[in-house]
């Protein structure tokens, strides 16, 4: 079992994101995705520093890939698009069918927003160049089971296994709206919230985070204590969401977790105090995911 | 401008026809469509007369099978396409890749269209679904300005569709996890969003209370208007602050865009609201329809009418209407 790191869904300042990448260099995780799947508009990092971090993270002994936006609109992102896509450094893990028209032909990861949730549509990505497969947040085990069981040749299967769950995107800008801006003059509001803005329930419950456009679970998703059930059903690699706290605890964790070092349950514990707002299985067990 | 309208049984479907929609889209009674409800949709005897009474009127007749086909009930979803193969549909609209290889590899001569669920944005995605599968027309999500519509256009191989009206999906469609997030039903996989089973109403003291999956998602005072509680469209709390965090409760309305969809080059106008009744469809298709017509006495005499505006204001989910996307500063 590898170790993946997605792409860090929140907007940080341009050292926070080189001084994090520093500490996943000496980290074991042995995948890293770069680059902004969120907001075009968080430009601290532009495409030439993604490359520049992918070559040091590679120096280091990393595979890295390149990931693109989930929702890509205007012509403006298309071109950074394809120019992503046109680069031959490294892999790019597509987040839109737009990215994948621009791969096909050649190997590809195909991400978590790319609606996969049959073997057919698998099949006809890894046709066009598809290596790895990460499962849309709400595959459960037994759907996943049934993928590994007709998976197509050399297709890896990624699930994320640790942290917040991307849930929606949308053209409006609910970071922005929550200050009664509109997205096009947002002050680059999400720079403030480097762990995006809690969303509360009437009733005072921790329920949603809003990350610019995107909207994300407030609990955590973590598999860790599921790892022997991760493996039975064919995955090859887990993938672990950045957050600002904790990141090389939660990597070490899994990584002790998968030597066998550390049991689950003991490693679940070691990381249970960085979760703030609760644990959210309940996807993997085929339910609400917020179970 | 083509002019889609939805119907969810035979009655809609004629109310839709009489009131002057050029096609009609429909789904069949499970989860191979995005509007799984009970009581909702066409068995097989209902669909040929469906057929046959647009055939009669020289209408035309989509079938939506455009939820997610999963592992282990891949077989309904290809039935699904055999069936309305079979029937001699005008279109299918799908959104999985898997269900749409299968349905132009065995049905090559079968008009497809990508569904909103497919959520093509963008010009280089709807390249990939037209050279793939050989689509024919794509229906855009609602997340895209009139300027970004247009540029789509201008680069699209295919016709574009877009909502002229209806219920608003303030999230991109096909990628929205919050239902099932909530309730384990999504729109993907179950063809629903914010399912009945998952809503409940509790009035105290305080108002009336709604819930989703136990989640409270609104508290109406009693001098509010109630409303079903949609995920996207209740109030919360952020930073203090109480109030529709995503979206007010709201209808998509584009009347008075339409000249500037016409130039843009839209294809088709499509209403939302297969759940809905027949007197609400035939009520919106006939005020559309007045409003294309009069579009073709020519874009510079178009007016947005009043009793149009009223017409849909009254039927309209809340009671107010929006441009959504559309309009640059909603976003």
């Given at each position: 079992m590898?170790?993946?790191i997605?792409p860090?869904p929140?907007?940080?300042?341009?050292?926070v994101?080189?001084?994090?990448?520093?500490r996943?260099?000496?980290?074991?995780a042995?995948?890293?995705?770069l680059g902004?799947t969120?907001?075009?508009?968080?430009?601290?990092l532009?495409?030439?520093?993604?490359l520049?971090?992918?070559?040091m993270?590679?120096?280091?002994?990393?595979?890295?890939?390149?990931s693109?936006?989930a929702?890509v609109?205007?012509?403006s992102?298309?071109?950074?698009?394809?120019r992503?896509?046109e680069?031959?450094?490294?892999?790019v893990e597509?987040?839109?069918?737009?990215a994948v028209h621009?791969?096909?032909?050649?190997?590809?990861?195909?991400?978590p927003s790319i609606?996969?949730y049959?073997?057919?549509?698998?099949?006809?990505l890894?046709?066009?160049?598809m290596?790895?497969?990460?499962?849309?947040?709400?595959?459960?085990s037994?759907m996943?089971?049934r993928?590994?069981?007709?998976?197509?040749?050399?297709v890896?299967f990624e699930?994320?296994a640790?942290?917040?769950l991307p849930?929606?995107?949308?053209a409006?800008?609910?970071?922005?709206?929550s200050?009664?801006?509109q997205?096009d003059?947002?002050?680059?509001?999400?720079?403030?919230?480097?762990n995006?803005?809690?969303?509360?329930?009437g009733?005072?419950?921790?329920f949603?985070?809003?990350?610019g456009?995107?909207t994300?679970?407030?609990?955590?998703?973590?598999l860790i204590?599921e790892y022997?059930d991760?493996?039975?059903?064919?995955?090859?690699?887990?993938?672990?969401?950045?957050?600002?706290?904790?990141?090389?605890q939660?990597?070490a964790?899994?990584d002790?977790?998968?030597?066998?070092i550390t049991?689950p349950?003991?490693?679940?514990e070691?990381?249970q105090?960085?979760i703030?707002?609760?644990?959210n299985n309940?996807?993997?067990?085929?339910?609400a995911?917020?179970? | 401008?083509?002019l889609?309208?939805?119907?969810?049984?035979?009655?809609?479907?004629?109310a839709?026809?009489?009131?002057?929609?050029d096609?009609v889209?429909?789904g069949?009674?499970?989860n191979?469509?995005?509007r799984?409800f009970?009581?909702l949709n066409?068995?097989?005897?209902?669909i040929?007369?469906?057929?046959?009474?647009?055939r009669?009127?020289?209408?035309r007749?989509?079938?939506a099978?455009n939820?997610y086909?999963?592992?282990?009930?891949?077989?309904r979803?290809?039935?699904a396409?055999d069936?309305?193969?079979q029937?001699?549909?005008?279109?299918?609209i799908?959104?999985d890749?898997?269900?749409?290889?299968y349905?132009?590899?065995?049905?090559?001569d079968l008009?497809?269209?990508?569904?909103?669920?497919?959520s093509?944005?963008?010009?280089?995605?709807?390249?990939?679904?037209?050279?793939?599968f050989g689509?024919?027309?794509v229906v855009l999500?609602?997340?895209?300005?009139l300027?970004?519509?247009e540029a789509?256009i201008?680069?699209s191989?295919?016709?574009?569709?877009?909502?002229?009206?209806?219920?608003?999906?303030?999230m991109?469609e096909?990628?929205c996890?919050?239902s099932?997030?909530?309730t384990g039903q999504?729109?993907?996989?179950?063809g629903v969003?914010s399912?009945?089973q998952a809503?409940s109403?509790h009035?105290?003291?305080?108002?009336?209370?709604?819930?989703?999956?136990?989640v409270?998602?609104?508290?109406?005072?009693?001098?509010?208007q109630?409303?079903y509680p949609?995920?996207?469209k209740?109030?919360f709390t952020v930073?203090?602050?109480?109030?529709h965090?995503?979206e007010?409760?709201?209808s998509?309305?584009t009347?008075?865009l339409l000249?500037?969809?016409?130039?843009?080059?839209?294809k088709?106008i499509?209403?939302?609201?297969?759940?809905r009744?027949?007197a609400y469809?035939?009520?919106v298709?006939?005020?559309?329809?007045?409003a294309?017509?009069?579009?073709?006495?020519?874009s510079?005499?178009?007016r947005v009418?009043?009793?149009w505006?009223?017409?849909?204001g009254r039927v309209?989910e809340?009671?107010?209407?929006?441009l959504?996307?559309?309009?640059r500063?909603?976003?």
């Open positions: 590898k170790l993946s997605a860090i929140y907007f940080w300042p341009r050292q994101v080189f001084d994090f990448y520093e996943i260099a000496e980290s074991p042995e995948i890293v995705y902004e969120v907001c075009a508009k968080r430009r601290e532009k495409l030439d520093d993604w520049a971090l992918g070559r993270l590679q120096s280091a002994g990393k595979e890295v890939a390149l693109t936006l929702l609109q205007a012509r992102e298309l071109a950074t698009l394809k992503i896509c680069q031959d450094e490294f892999r597509a987040n839109d069918m737009g621009h791969l096909q032909g050649s190997p590809f990861c195909a991400g609606n996969v049959n073997p057919w549509a698998l099949n006809k890894a046709e066009l160049g290596t790895r497969w990460v499962a849309p947040v709400e595959f459960s037994a996943l089971t993928m590994d069981s007709r998976r197509p040749e050399n890896e699930l994320t640790f942290g917040r849930l929606a995107h949308s409006r800008c609910f970071t922005a709206r200050h009664n801006l997205k003059d947002c002050d680059l509001k999400c720079l403030d919230y480097p995006g803005l809690l969303l509360h329930t009733e005072n419950e921790e949603l985070i809003l990350n456009v995107q994300l679970s407030a609990g955590h998703c973590n204590q022997a991760t493996r039975a059903a064919g995955v090859d690699i887990l993938r672990l969401v950045p957050q600002v706290h904790g990141m090389q939660i990597i964790a899994f002790q977790c998968r030597n066998g049991r349950e003991a490693a679940g070691a990381i105090a960085l703030p707002n609760g644990m309940g996807y993997w067990h085929g339910e995911g917020m179970n | 401008m083509e889609v309208c939805p119907a969810g049984s035979l009655p809609t479907l004629k839709a026809i009489d009131n002057g929609a096609a889209y429909i069949f009674q499970d191979t469509n995005a799984h009970a009581g066409f068995s097989q005897p209902q040929e007369q469906a057929i046959a009474y647009a009669q009127h020289g209408r007749v989509f079938i099978i939820t086909a999963q592992p282990d009930n891949w077989q979803w290809q039935e396409v069936r309305a193969a029937l001699g549909v005008d279109a299918l799908i959104a890749m898997g269900v749409l290889d349905a132009s590899s065995r049905w090559p008009r497809l269209h990508l569904s909103v669920q497919g093509a944005t963008n010009p280089a995605a709807i390249r990939f679904y037209h050279e793939q689509i024919q027309r999500p609602r997340v895209l300005s300027k970004q519509v789509v201008e680069e191989p295919i016709g574009i569709e877009v909502f002229g009206f209806g219920s608003l999906c303030v991109v096909g990628r996890f919050l099932s997030y909530v999504s729109p993907n996989t179950c969003c399912p009945a809503v109403w009035e105290s003291a305080d108002g009336l209370t709604t819930r989703l999956g136990g409270m998602i609104d508290r109406f005072a009693p001098h509010e109630t409303g949609t995920l996207c209740g109030r930073a203090g602050n109480h109030y965090a995503f007010e409760p709201t998509l309305n009347l008075a000249p500037q969809l016409q130039s843009a080059g839209v088709a499509k209403i939302e609201g297969r759940q009744s027949p469809v035939a009520q298709t006939r005020v559309w329809r007045e294309i017509d009069s579009l073709q006495q020519g510079n005499q178009y009418q009043a009793h505006q009223e017409t849909l309209a809340g009671v107010q209407t929006t959504g996307a559309f309009h500063p909603w976003q």
